[in-house]
């Protein structure tokens, strides 16, 4: 793979854009009402904690083995539906999600982790990737809000947030049981 910043910035889009069970834990995140300030607090909290554990984790400072980040992440998904389905008003989920994400991060490693980067472009590298990772973030978010305060104005906005996440949360448990399990 050629190391230029450009090859690991698709590498990062592409990379979140595969990852089903990254892509269910952001909308399950968005799914809840919330005002947009709590929006953005949610999405900065989860871009620092996974930018901590992803370079913590490519630089070889932490490493959690798979088999117990993978079924976090599947439990994050569980967890946060769940939240959405008790709580009609979710607050302060920034510090959920902050914590949440430092699991993510280590997920988003994986795919670095192997592929022995040369220490001369690692911090571009790692950048490059993670900006991939934001920009698809963003974008879909982006795309999100505005369907989702359009729903949230309907009379039967509670009833599809909480199907939305009886579904995210089956998917979870599933995801959850394949990877303990299997």
Same mark, same amino acid.
């Given at each position: 793979?050629?190391? /230029?910043?450009?090859?690991?910035?698709?590498?990062?889009?592409?990379?979140?854009?595969? /990852?089903?069970?990254?892509?269910?834990?952001?909308?399950?995140?968005?799914?809840?009402? %919330?005002?947009?300030? %709590?929006?953005?607090?949610?999405?900065?909290?989860?871009?620092?904690?996974?930018?901590?554990?992803?370079?913590?984790?490519?630089?070889?400072?932490?490493?959690?083995?798979? =088999?117990?980040?993978?079924?976090?992440?599947?439990?994050?998904?569980?967890?946060?539906?769940?939240?959405?389905?008790?709580?009609? %008003?979710?607050?302060?989920?920034?510090?959920?999600?902050?914590?949440? /994400?430092?699991?993510?991060? *280590?997920?988003?490693?994986?795919?670095?982790?192997? *592929?022995?980067?040369?220490?001369?472009?690692?911090?571009?590298?790692?950048?490059?990737?993670?900006? /991939?990772?934001?920009?698809?973030?963003?974008?879909?978010?982006?795309?999100?809000?505005?369907?989702?305060?359009?729903?949230?104005?309907?009379?039967?906005? =509670?009833?599809?947030?909480?199907?939305?996440?009886?579904?995210?949360?089956?998917?979870?448990?599933?995801?959850?049981? %394949?990877?303990?399990?299997?």
């Amino acid at each position: 793979m050629n190391s /230029g910043w450009y090859s690991f910035f698709t590498l990062g889009m592409n990379h979140i854009l595969s /990852g089903y069970d990254h892509l269910l834990f952001l909308f399950s995140l968005v799914v809840a009402r %919330q005002t947009f300030k %709590q929006y953005t607090g949610m999405i900065t909290a989860f871009t620092i904690a996974h930018s901590i554990t992803l370079s913590l984790t490519v630089l070889g400072i932490i490493d959690v083995s798979p =088999r117990i980040v993978e079924p976090a992440i599947a439990l994050s998904i569980c967890f946060v539906a769940i939240d959405n389905i008790i709580r009609k %008003q979710v607050s302060h989920r920034w510090v959920l999600t902050f914590f949440f /994400g430092l699991i993510h991060g *280590m997920g988003f490693a994986d795919i670095l982790k192997g *592929m022995n980067l040369p220490k001369s472009q690692l911090a571009v590298d790692l950048l490059s990737f993670n900006l /991939g990772i934001e920009v698809v973030q963003i974008t879909l978010v982006g795309v999100a809000l505005p369907l989702l305060m359009m729903m949230h104005k309907w009379k039967f906005s =509670r009833n599809a947030v909480i199907a939305g996440s009886v579904l995210a949360f089956v998917l979870g448990g599933i995801w959850l049981s %394949q990877r303990v399990f299997f």
